[in-house]
């Protein structure tokens, strides 16, 4: 790895990567686990995030359509059930 990222550190977060990039006696070029680039030279690049509030009303979304049909599997297996011992109790499947 120390031949791969050169003298650049990775980080866990935002503030671990300042610390690294700013702090005397450290000054190392730190990224992100997200992609967030800070330079002790002052340059600061961002990593490709989806904005928080869109990402939790997509999920949000998502999971209701999921939720939808799911109800509606289930309520197809209830009627097949009731078809299934209707069939049953007739004589008709034995």
Excluded at 55 to 76: N, P
Aim: charged share 30%; aromatic share 6%; with cysteine.
């Amino acid at each position: 790895m120390r031949y791969v990222l050169g003298k650049t550190m990775v980080c866990k977060d935002v503030d671990a990567a300042k610390t690294c990039a700013f702090t005397e006696g450290i000054r190392a070029k730190s990224v992100t686990m997200d992609g967030d680039v800070f330079d002790p030279a002052g340059t600061l690049t961002g990593g490709s995030r989806a904005p928080s509030s869109n990402s939790i009303l997509l999920t949000f979304g998502e999971l209701m359509d999921k939720r939808h049909e799911l109800e509606g599997k289930e309520a197809l297996l209830r009627e097949l059930k009731v078809c299934r011992v209707w069939e049953y109790t007739c004589g008709i499947m034995q």
